[in-house]
């Protein structure tokens, strides 16, 4: 599953440039994730590093956007072709 970004985000900006796939970017009010690159951080490291840093826990799994493990490295390799996945 993507991740996505609550209202519960004070905007704070800090996870932004923990995403190892620059999923996030400032929105209107609040950050936002591009489901289409979240990997759950799946390829780079065991946690959701935009949940790790967040003082709020803004970051939640998107349950509208559900994926596999399967379907988290397929997307994984589609944005970063040729690199090999950590994890
Ligand atoms: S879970 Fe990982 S890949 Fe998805 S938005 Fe957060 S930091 Fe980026
Ligand atoms: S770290 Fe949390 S509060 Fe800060 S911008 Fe990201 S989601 Fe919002």
Do not use: W
Not at 42 to 64: K, L, N
């Amino acid at each position: 599953m993507a991740f996505k970004i609550t209202d519960e985000c004070i905007a704070c900006g800090s996870c932004e440039s923990e995403c190892p796939n620059g999923a996030i970017s400032e929105g209107e009010e609040i950050y936002v994730i591009d489901a289409d690159k979240c990997t759950e951080c799946v390829g780079f490291f065991s946690t959701q590093q935009c949940f790790d840093v967040c003082p709020v826990e803004a970051p939640v799994r998107d349950d509208d956007n559900a994926e596999t493990q399967d379907d988290l490295l397929a997307k994984f390799r589609k944005l970063h072709p040729g690199k090999q996945p950590k994890l």
